[in-house]
C-alpha cells in the first residue's frame, strides 16, 4: 500500500473516535518523534551509542531495533526474501578477489540494564557491490558471537544498492535462549534513505574512517531485563542439541514440543526449533 503521507512527514495521530481517526502503528509514531528527537540521542544524525547512554531505575535503555506495528513481538524489520540458513561462522566476509569498498562494523550487544551479552549470535547477510544476493553458496554471509564483553567485528565490504532500496546490512541478533530479533542496519547520508519504505534511522550506523577502510559502528539493545534479582530462565529441555547434524525427516523434543527436520543442517544456538520455521515444523 503506498504511503499517504510524503517522505519524511510524520503520521500525527488523531484523538481516539475523532472523525477520520485510523490506526496509527508504533513505528509511524516512533519515527515521528525522531523529527523532535533531543541532542542527547542524536550524534551527527545517528542515534548516540549504546555504550554512551546510561539507564537509569525508572528508565531502562530502549530496546533497539524497534518493533513493527506491535502485532508482532519478535522481528524489529522486515528478513527479506533471501536469508538462508547454516551460514558459516567467521567473522570475514572478504574472500579472495572480493571487489568493493572494504568496510568493518563493530559494536555491542546489551541487554536493557546496559550491561553487556556475552556468547550473543549474529547472523549477517547482504548484498555484494553489484547489489546482488548470493543465493546459491554463502558469499557475504556469515555468522558470529559476541565476546566475553559482548563485542562484535564483521569485516566485509560496503554492500550495493538492491533495486528499490536503501543501501543496507542484513542481521539476525539473539541473546542465549531469547528470541531471535531481526533487522537491517543503514548508512547515513544515503540519497534513498528518503524514499525507502521500511528505512528507519535509528538504525543508522556511526560511520567513519580508518587507514582506508570505512567504518561502522552500532550498539544492539536486546529487549532481555537484566534484573539480578530475578530467577534465570528454566532451560526449555528436550533431544534437540547444538552441534548435531539432522537430516530431513528427523525428529526431536524442544520446550516440551515436537518437532521434525525439514532440510538438512548442523544445529547451532541461534535456530531452535521454535525460532527455525524453514528448519523445523512443529507436529
Not at 96 to 114: H, I, M
Request: hydrophobic share 30%; net charge negative.
Amino acid at each position: 500500500m503506498a504511503d499517504e503521507h510524503p517522505p519524511g512527514s510524520p503520521d500525527i495521530p488523531e484523538a481516539e473516535g475523532s472523525p477520520g481517526s485510523r490506526h496509527i502503528s508504533r513505528k509511524r509514531l516512533i519515527q515521528a518523534a525522531l523529527v523532535a528527537a533531543p541532542a542527547t540521542m542524536l550524534i551527527g544524525g545517528a542515534p548516540a551509542l549504546a555504550r554512551n547512554l546510561t539507564p537509569t531505575e525508572d528508565r531502562p535503555l530502549t530496546p533497539t531495533p524497534y518493533c513493527d506495528d506491535g502485532d508482532d513481538p519478535t522481528p524489529a524489520q522486515m528478513e527479506g526474501p533471501y536469508f538462508k540458513p547454516n551460514s558459516p561462522r567467521r567473522t570475514s566476509l572478504v574472500e579472495a578477489g572480493t571487489v568493493g569498498t572494504r568496510l568493518t562494523v563493530s559494536g555491542y550487544v546489551f541487554g536493557l540494564a546496559c550491561k553487556p551479552i556475552a556468547g550473543a549470535l549474529l547472523d549477517f547477510w547482504q548484498a555484494d557491490n553489484r547489489g546482488n544476493y548470493d543465493n546459491v553458496g554463502f558469499r557475504f554471509r556469515g555468522h558470529q558471537f559476541t565476546d566475553s564483553t559482548g563485542a562484535f567485528r564483521l569485516e566485509t565490504i560496503v554492500p550495493g544498492l538492491y533495486p528499490g532500496r536503501t543501501r543496507h546490512i542484513h542481521v539476525k541478533v539473539q541473546a542465549p535462549n531469547r528470541p531471535i530479533l531481526t533487522t537491517q542496519l543503514y548508512f547515513p547520508g544515503e540519497p534513498g534513505n528518503s524514499s525507502d519504505t521500511i528505512y528507519d534511522p535509528r538504525l543508522l550506523m556511526t560511520m567513519g574512517n580508518s587507514g582506508g577502510t570505512r567504518t561502522g559502528a552500532y550498539d544492539f539493545v536486546l529487549n532481555v531485563q537484566q534484573d539480578p534479582t530475578d530467577p534465570p530462565d528454566p532451560e526449555p529441555g528436550g533431544t534437540w542439541k547444538a552441534g548435531t547434524v539432522y537430516r530431513p525427516g528427523d525428529r526431536v523434543t524442544y520446550g516440551g514440543a515436537t518437532y521434525e527436520c525439514l532440510q538438512g543442517h548442523t544445529a547451532v544456538a541461534g535456530w531452535e526449533p521454535p525460532s527455525a520455521p524453514a528448519l523445523w515444523r512443529r507436529v
